[in-house]
């Protein structure tokens, strides 16, 4: 993590590009959370400055937590940076599930953007951004924008998982963040369900109203 990224960096290449066909304000876009049986989805976008010395960013899911929160920290101190976040909660993914939920996130943490003309989005095309858009798979890896995008969102979500752990004691949201890990799905047959659990994930939704037991065949 030494050193910084400057405008010729492999990993502004696209920035570059988009800046080529002259766009300006070029955003990276991620999410995070989509897979979780408990807790919000949380989108990113992060435009930077064009010509400032930028943190060593890298997808976020190849850093370890310390790494993260030190890079988010530096990210928040580029000047001029702009960041907005979008935060969908358990109700809304339920009732429109969550490719749509993560898409809604995605729009808008960059309706939060005071100036942004052209967005980097990692993975698939998302539908009805409000920008011309480009989608980069595994562009947590080939963008900066993108990266920092997913530290950000990365680092805001696993912060409010923390306080749901000591709102809801006992599922361990703060280590597994809401995924479907053995102690996760343990505590959900032992706890019950809470607010924060997505009811229409399968392994929720099993607690909730469990399938009838296969006779036994003799």
């Known amino acids: 993590m030494d050193g910084f990224l400057t405008e010729t960096d492999e990993l502004l290449r696209l920035e570059r590009e988009c800046r080529a066909e002259g766009f300006c304000f070029v955003a990276g876009v991620d999410e995070v959370g989509r897979g979780p049986l408990a807790g919000p989805v949380v989108a990113a976008a992060v435009v930077f400055p064009r010509g400032a010395a930028l943190p060593p960013v890298n997808d976020s899911k190849q ?52 100036q ?73 047959k032992r706890l019950g369900v809470t607010p924060v659990h997505r009811r229409s994930f399968r392994p929720v939704r099993e607690i909730i109203d469990p399938p009838p037991e296969q006779p036994t065949l003799f």
């Open 63 to 114: 850093l370890t937590e310390l790494e993260r929160e030190t890079l988010r920290d530096a990210i928040y101190a580029v000047p001029g940076i702009q960041i907005g976040i979008g935060e969908i909660d358990v109700e809304t993914i339920d009732r429109m599930n969550i490719l749509n939920a993560t898409h809604l996130a995605m729009r808008r943490a960059v309706e939060q953007l005071k």
């Open 116 to 188: 942004a003309d052209f967005i980097l989005v990692d993975g698939r095309p998302v539908k009805g951004l409000p920008l011309p858009s480009r989608a980069i798979v595994k562009g947590d890896a080939k963008s900066a924008s993108i990266a920092a995008a997913s530290i950000v969102a990365k680092v805001y979500r696993d912060r409010l998982m923390v306080k749901l752990d000591a709102e809801y004691p006992g599922y361990g949201f703060a280590s597994h963040k809401g995924y479907g890990t053995a102690m996760h799905l343990e505590a959900l």
